[in-house]
């Protein structure tokens, strides 16, 4: 998530937050259980599944090649860093 975000950063995350396009949030990685992803919402697809992208898009592995991350993935949304 390069600029906003450099690695080592800590973030808050409001697991109850109501998702909105624009929101940065932690989710869990659909194929690997000890990754966790940092990516922004762009979209929401079928079932409410989203549409994840990383602010560095040469260097994020996200929605373009994972697909749309199911809700049930997303741990929280991101409501500061720091």
Do not use: W, Y
């Amino acid at each position: 998530m390069q600029p906003l975000l450099e690695p080592n950063d800590e973030v808050l995350v409001n697991p109850s937050a109501a998702i909105q396009v624009g929101d940065i949030v932690i989710a869990r990685h659909p194929h690997r259980t000890d990754v966790h992803l940092v990516k922004r919402v762009i979209d929401f697809g079928e079932g409410g599944a989203l549409r994840l992208v990383g602010d560095n898009p040469d260097e994020s592995t996200d929605s373009r090649t994972l697909g749309n991350v199911p809700r049930v993935l997303v741990v929280g949304v991101v409501t500061s860093c720091f």
